[in-house]
């Protein structure tokens, strides 16, 4: 399924039990997508960029991944709505404080962008770095994330 949003269009994929994948660029969707899922990620996203959601319970899995990225994914999912740590936190808190880049690979292979929050995990300086292939438009849109969970943000900094 695909759908325009505040951030540009968004693809989305599911099993017949769970949401496996959110997408900015095109993904083919599973001929056994689970529809309702679909449409029920769908509303909870777009309800998310309105500001008028900070928890989504739409059920999804990790499909693909090692096992240190999909730890990587469950600690993410542990970061509290508008706030935001740093690589090393998350590094840290998987035991594995030596993989910081690790942990920038993993996110940039989140398969469930949004829900799992890699958005929120910024650099140890507070800039922002690194979000959907670290281009200047995923930078963009980890930015428009970030303000949209805490419009109080006063200095946001792209690397």
């Known amino acids: 399924m695909k759908f325009d949003s505040i951030l540009g269009t968004?693809?989305?994929?599911?099993?017949?039990?769970?949401?496996?994948?959110?997408?900015?660029?095109?993904?083919d969707e599973s001929p056994l997508a689970n529809q309702e899922?679909?449409?029920?990620?769908?509303?909870?996203?777009?309800?998310?960029?309105?500001?008028?959601?900070?928890?989504?319970?739409?059920p999804y899995a990790f499909t693909s991944g090692t096992a240190f990225q999909q730890k990587v994914w469950q600690a993410l999912t542990e970061i509290p709505y508008g706030e935001t740590c740093s690589y090393l936190t998350i590094a840290e808190k998987i035991q594995s404080p030596r993989a910081v880049r690790a942990i920038g690979q993993a996110n940039?292979?989140?398969?469930?962008?949004?829900?799992?929050p890699c958005h929120r995990v910024i650099g140890?300086?507070?800039?922002?770095?690194?979000?959907?292939?670290?281009?200047?438009?995923?930078?963009?849109?980890?930015?428009?994330?970030?303000?949209i969970e805490n419009p109080t943000l006063q200095e946001i900094t792209l690397f």
């Open 10 to 27: 968004i693809w989305l994929d599911a099993s017949p039990d769970a949401l496996i994948g959110v997408s900015y660029t095109p993904i």
């Open 37 to 58: 899922i679909l449409q029920t990620a769908k509303k909870q996203l777009l309800e998310f960029l309105a500001g008028a959601r900070k928890e989504f319970n739409v």
């Open 124 to 147: 140890k300086n507070g800039k922002l770095v690194g979000y959907s292939g670290s281009s200047e438009e995923g930078l963009k849109i980890k930015e428009q994330l970030l303000v």
């Open 108 to 116: 940039r292979n989140n398969p469930l962008p949004i829900l799992v």
